[in-house]
């Protein structure tokens, strides 16, 4: 998987047990652009994120049917390298977990996990991802310091910088705003506006303001299915679904 | 595709698996070895004599030691059980463990938890041996031994204490009891199974002690004991005084101790179990 | 009755602090009276009213670090295999086995050294055929302490947030670097307590270290040779001694007193500090 990074997703099952979790879910989506994940509690969009980087794995008695492809590349297929995969594929999670380590070290991990040891180049890396995540002036002068001493909102962006640091194509954002306060949300959200140039991004969110304001195309979830996928503003203004109008106009969820 | 570097770094870290996973290997075999040893050297020697026989030069038996023991768990849970589940009753139900005096018991409690065997036997040297004069003695010993189980028996019972459900207290106080009443016909009933365990890990810990009582109880390997007052030995330091000029005697009683220990801390488990079950339920 | 439950409870405190009282009052001013020269100095010679127990202290400080290095190495690597390298069925059972050898008496293991590890030493290891001394003494304790060793660091192991876990794979580490890198040092305070409990308990360990390390009276220079620690000092002379040799050995005690006292506080230190963490890391964290 070299040359593009766009998601193809074909008639895709997940189960837990016996538990049908994923129910035959298509997608695409395209390089370059934010997809937002929508649903109510328990519809799988969480599921079908953590499939996209194979977290699901973690997972002892989950199965998988269908094609997941990355670029050409079906991920599922057996001889796909997990460690690469994950690499291309950076996650940030609902809730901030930066390692009880250094700034600096939290950033490095990714780079020296790749077997990047030297310093200078180490340096630069930290720097830039700080700087993409829009945290470097606020980390620079701390960066040998815990990272747990760092506000909620902060966390958050090491979170996308140590993410970053591992040169991902795609990243896979999971409620990532849904604990942090409204100034941290919209710092974010100005955040994710800024690297849709450059990294294929899917969020899910609990938030249709947040679907609205920052992403290209939605994806609506409801009991395992996709029961509607578009671009956002048709989604919203003019949704196909009965369930998908029901769901935005608050009737359920 | 995967860069050289990226190889050596993965490599590094399953290299460490392995090694961990052969410490595991060692450890269990370090540790099964112990006992296994033990039970091969010392089975072969156990006969009906050695455990329940007169005592001679010739044939050394166990029955001083056994009794010993017995005089042991006696005089220290007489003592340690009452204070120590009192005191866990004083912890649990009638405190904030803000206050500064039950952090200072805590700190106590602790600190007893942590202070070597032998300590405790110059203590009990010093205070009933010597100050009492006691001389060497079963009731010395047993005293000294009284507070070394201590933390052992305020720790779990206070936890099995609070495990004790707050809709149950406050069902009892609802129904007009007092909180004494409550305590004993409410809390202590259904705590009862984790008292039980706890008491059974002090008798374990009774049984398995030496140190503190070469300074307390002498070391009379020969003699059973008449009384509560006379010298003696234990199980525990009986493999220490046999292990000079007796090794077969020695390993032959370490067997023996090594059974009993084991049996207790699976009798405490098992007990420990249906607790943790009944917890389930009230929960 | 609170009073009598308060009784009960303030009795722990009583019973420490006479233990305190006891000690220092009967050992101090005897090492007042022989002088700290004397008592802190190289000779044990109980005929010319030598009692000096710096090569005890040297002793029992050689076999406490010793048994640490094996025991530590040995039970760190254990935990993380049962943490994650090892087939779930097992480690209940494993988990089962450590808890119940937890509980074997020391003299159990002094034996175990006395009948296989003494001859072991003596008749393959040892350049100058003696089995007994600081080796023989380390290799019990280490083995000693494991259960404990493995059982709390396994503990701290697994009060570890599992999102750090998680976030580590996430980034393409592979479930090995995972655990090394992220679990192992994030546990480092719960597994520095299950080290310091592990000395307190090597440090203060009588029986199992007089059966296997000889007894002589002499500084340590070699890893096969008779000496003796600060324990067997107190124990060989316990039932023989009388007048001021035996208040020597309370001395000793009250020295030995003084190392434990110190490595508690260190171990509450060390305990708070694990709790802070946790608690950081869940309010901010998991």
């Known amino acids: 998987m070299d040359s593009k990074f766009n998601i193809t997703v074909r008639n895709c099952d997940l189960y837990y047990g016996d538990a049908h979790a994923l129910k035959n879910v ?66 940030v999670f609902q809730k901030p977990n930066p390692f009880p380590m250094s700034v600096y070290d939290n950033i490095a991990f990714a780079p020296r996990t790749f077997g990047v040891w030297r310093r200078s180049k180490l340096d630069n890396i930290v720097e830039s991802s700080l700087r993409q995540a829009g945290l470097w002036d606020e980390a620079k002068d701390r960066l040998r310091k815990n990272a747990m001493g760092l506000s909620g909102g902060q966390q958050q962006r090491l979170c996308i910088a140590r993410a970053l640091a591992a040169d991902p194509k795609i990243l896979l954002m999971d409620e990532p705003t849904s604990a942090l306060d409204p100034i941290s949300t919209g710092i974010i959200e100005d955040l994710i506006n800024e690297l849709k140039a450059n990294y294929t991004i899917v969020i899910v969110t609990h938030n249709m303001q947040q679907a609205t304001r920052i992403s290209d195309k939605t994806a609506v979830f409801l009991l395992g299915e996709i029961i509607e996928f578009g671009k956002t503003e048709s989604v919203f203004t003019n949704p196909k679904d009965k369930r998908t109008e029901n769901y935005i106009t608050g009737r359920f969820g | 595709m995967k860069t050289n570097a990226h190889k050596r770094q993965v490599l590094k870290y399953v290299v460490c698996k392995l090694i961990a996973q052969a410490a595991l290997f060692v450890s269990l075999v370090a540790l099964v070895i112990v006992m296994v040893f033990v039970l091969l050297r010392g089975v072969p020697h156990i006969n009906m004599q050695f455990l329940f026989g007169e005592y001679s030069i010739r044939a050394p038996s166990i029955k001083p030691a056994l009794m010993g ?102 069902g009892s106080f609802a129904l007009g009891s007092s909180k004494v009443r409550t305590i004993f016909s409410v809390v202590l009933p259904c705590a009862a199974n984790g008292i039980v365990t706890s008491l059974i890990l002090a008798v374990g810990r009774v049984v398995s002690e030496s140190a503190v009582l070469i300074l307390t109880i002498g070391m009379v390997v ?30 032959a009683t370490g067997a023996v101790l090594l059974v009993l220990v084991v049996a207790i801390n699976i009798l405490a488990t098992l007990l420990g179990k249906v607790f943790g079950k009944g917890e389930l339920v009230d929960g | 009755m609170r009073g009598v439950f308060l009784f009960c409870a303030v009795f722990s405190l009583l019973a420490l602090g006479c233990i305190c009282v006891f000690l220092f009052i009967n050992g101090v001013p005897f090492i007042g009276k022989v002088g700290l020269d004397n008592f802190f100095g190289m000779q044990w010679n109980l005929h010319e009213a030598s009692y000096g127990i710096l090569s005890m202290i040297v002793a029992s400080l050689y076999v406490t670090a010793l048994a640490m290095i094996i025991g530590v190495s040995l039970g760190l690597f254990t935990a993380v295999a049962l943490y994650k390298f090892c087939p779930p069925k097992m480690v209940a059972v494993i988990r089962q086995l450590i808890n119940l050898l937890a509980g074997i008496p020391s003299v159990i293991y002094g034996l175990f050294g006395l009948i296989i590890i003494v001859p072991l030493l003596r008749d393959y290891v040892s350049p100058n055929g003696v089995g007994y001394g600081i080796l023989a003494a380390s290799i019990v304790l280490s083995v000693m302490v494991l259960p404990t060793l493995v059982g709390v660091s396994l503990d701290a192991l697994n009060a570890v947030p599992k999102n750090y876990y998680e976030g580590a794979l996430a980034l393409g580490a592979t479930k090995e670097q995972s655990v090394f890198r992220i679990m192992l040092p994030a546990a480092k305070s719960g597994i520095m307590a299950a080290v310091v409990l592990s000395i307190g308990r090597a440090i203060g360990e009588t029986m199992a270290v007089i059966m296997v390390i000889g007894g002589s009276p002499t500084i340590p220079t070699s890893l096969f040779q008779s000496t003796r620690t600060l324990t067997a000092n107190i124990a060989m002379g316990a039932t023989e001694l009388t007048g001021d040799p035996k208040t020597a050995l309370i001395a000793t005690g009250v020295v030995l007193f003084f190392f434990t006292l110190l490595l508690n506080v260190s171990f509450s230190l060390l305990k708070g500090g694990e709790k802070r963490e946790n608690k950081r890391a869940q309010k901010t964290g998991s």
């Open chain 1, 26 to 91: 298509n997608i695409d989506v395209e390089e370059s652009e934010v997809t937002a994940l929508i649903g109510p509690s328990g519809c799988g969009k969480s599921t079908f994120l953590r499939m996209l980087n194979r977290m699901n794995d973690l997972v002892e008695d989950c199965r998988i049917t269908g094609e997941i492809k990355i670029g050409e590349q079906n991920i599922y297929d057996k001889g796909t390298d997990v460690a690469l995969l994950r690499k291309n594929v950076g996650m």
């Open chain 2, 222 to 251: 020969d003699i059973v004991p008449k009384n509560f007052t006379s010298a003696g030995t234990s199980l525990a330091l009986a493999v220490y005084g046999f292990s000079q000029r007796y090794p077969e005697q020695a390993a």
């Open chain 2, 69 to 170: 023991t017995l005089y042991l768990i006696v005089i220290s849970l007489v003592v340690a059980a009452p204070i120590g589940i009192g005191s866990a009753i004083f912890l649990a139900e009638y405190t904030n463990s803000k206050s500064r005096l039950v952090r200072l018991i805590r700190i106590a409690v602790e600190t007893l938890a942590g202070i070597p065997s032998i300590v405790y036997g110059i203590f009990g040297y010093l205070v009933f041996v010597v100050a009492l004069g006691f001389g060497y003695s079963f009731i010395g010993g047993g005293l000294t031994l009284a507070i070394m189980i201590l933390p052992v028996i305020v720790r779990s019972t206070e936890e099995s204490l609070l495990a004790v459900p707050r809709s149950l207290r406050e």
